[in-house]
């Protein structure tokens, strides 16, 4: 696989919580550090996406916004 996006990050899959249409996959990424993508449970089929399988978090970002009280 090639692509343009740098944010790539390797890890393994906690779980996968499907909803009505959409899917929650939690992905550990080293030190207890975990990131959670929504995707469609339709991509999850097709991609074979389960818990303990590996993965990369691909992250393409065009805002990246941090607020604070």
Do not use: F, P, W
């Not at 929650?24 to 339709?42: C, D, K, L, M, Q």
């Amino acid at each position: 696989m090639r692509i343009s996006a740098r944010n790539q990050i390797k890890g393994t899959v906690i779980d996968v919580k499907k909803g009505a249409t959409t899917s929650h996959v939690r992905v550990e990424i080293g030190n207890g550090h975990v990131i959670t993508s929504a995707i469609t449970n339709e991509a999850v089929d097709e991609l074979g996406i389960k818990a303990k399988g590996h993965v990369t978090v691909v992250v393409k970002a065009s805002d990246v916004m941090i607020a604070v009280d």
